[in-house]
């Protein structure tokens, strides 16, 4: 029975895909809302970060040759920050490991105030195929308040360079922020869905602790707020316009026209196995029926000096157990419209969540249909405590 379990839960990561994440951690400012691993510093040695990535995409493709590579995405911090030449020599030593899907998605992200249409040309000839903005807002006000450096001007601008370098173009907007109304939110929405792009990221602002937003609001001092039930109005008017428009949600902040989804995101979201590198870069890879979680330190310093010293800026990895797994699938999957494969759970949670998927159903919160458990768009707004209900 054992082996059982092994052999099923090795070929789980498949039904998701196979993908790389680089993570560079230096912007050119700490946004007061962000509590991703990102560090402003005066100055970047170029040649020295890309050795480091080069050592560790060695490394983990060592464990890994014998994969197909669904994905690469180049996240921060700021990527776009990164040397054309950095990119190429990356891209490069990921061909020389790794047989590449003949339809592998690249994805860069990038912000709107180190975007300059020569090196976006360098990225793309470097095999980048995919940008992600970060514009964030549409109006300077807000756009300020939000610690931006950019304007809206130079967010259209560079907007108009990537559409015309690259053939897959996405941003992202924060919404139910500071003053902002109902009208507001719709004015904005409907400028960015005007635009050609395939592909929306559409948050809701959240203050989270460690943050500069977080400390203001411990204070009392994060002022105009909306409310949850205006939050809440703003996320369902969000859900319409963007169906409406041709970019439904296919992820609960993602709205894709069909067939533009973010390839390596669904990886997360389908539980596939991804490798993580660079400062505080997460991961998840299976190796014979055991599913491991891999992850590095924070500090730019530590990763940089670990590779250098040690030959891996990797943390001891962590297994996994059969039940765990099944559950963050759960949690994952049920983000996103096609929901869960319920085929795929392996573990316990599979007779533990029958009685309480019946429960759900009677209330009209998810949807079963041939094993693939969903929750329908209506319910998303209540997917947090729907996640709760079925797997507690």
């Known amino acids: 029975m054992r082996n059982w379990w092994r052999l099923l839960a090795a070929e789980q990561w498949k039904q998701g895909g196979f993908g790389l994440y680089i993570h560079w951690p230096f912007c050119q400012a700490k946004c007061p809302y962000c509590d991703f691993n990102s560090h402003v510093v005066a100055s970047i040695d170029q040649k020295r970060w890309a050795d480091a990535y080069l050592v560790e995409i060695d490394r983990v493709a060592a464990l890994t040759s014998d994969r197909i590579l669904n994905t690469v995405f180049f996240g921060g911090g700021t990527p776009s920050l990164m040397d054309a030449r950095t990119i190429d020599v990356i891209m490069d030593r990921i061909r020389r490991n790794w047989t590449i899907s003949n339809n592998i998605e690249v994805t860069m992200e990038a912000n709107p105030s180190s975007v300059e249409a020569h090196r976006f040309a360098a990225y793309r000839s470097a095999g980048v195929n995919r940008i992600s903005l970060g514009i964030q807002a549409l109006n300077n006000a807000d756009l300020k308040m939000l610690g931006r450096l950019h304007s809206v001007e130079e967010a259209r601008n560079a907007l108009d360079i990537a559409l015309s370098t690259f053939d897959r173009v996405s941003f992202d907007l924060i919404y139910a922020r500071q003053k902002q109304s109902l009208a507001d939110w719709e004015s904005e929405l409907s400028t960015a869905l005007s635009y050609s792009t395939d592909h929306l990221s559409l948050y809701q602002l959240t203050i989270e602790p460690g943050t500069a937003f977080g400390d203001r609001f411990e204070v009392g001092k994060l002022r105009d707020l909306p409310d ?70 924070l500090a730019p310093t530590t990763w940089v000096q670990s590779v250098e010293q040690n030959g891996s800026g990797q943390n001891a990895a962590t297994q996994i157990s059969v039940d765990d797994s099944d559950t963050e699938y759960l949690m994952m999957a049920l983000r996103t419209a096609e929901g869960a494969d319920l085929n795929r759970l392996v573990g316990a949670e599979k007779e533990n969540i029958s009685h309480r998927i019946k429960k759900l159903q009677d209330f009209e919160l998810v949807k079963l249909n041939n094993d693939r458990l969903s929750v329908p768009p209506e319910k998303r707004i209540l997917l947090n405590a729907i996640l709760r209900n079925l797997l507690t």
């Open 228 to 297: 949850e039930e205006l939050a809440a109005d703003m996320f369902e008017l969000t859900q319409s316009m963007t169906s409406t428009a041709g970019l439904p949600a296919y992820e609960i902040s993602n709205h894709a026209r069909p067939g533009q989804e973010s390839q390596h995101n669904l990886i997360y979201w389908r539980g596939g196995d991804y490798l993580g590198i660079g400062p505080g870069a997460h991961g998840r890879l299976t190796i014979d029926g055991t599913r491991m979680a891999t992850d590095t330190p």
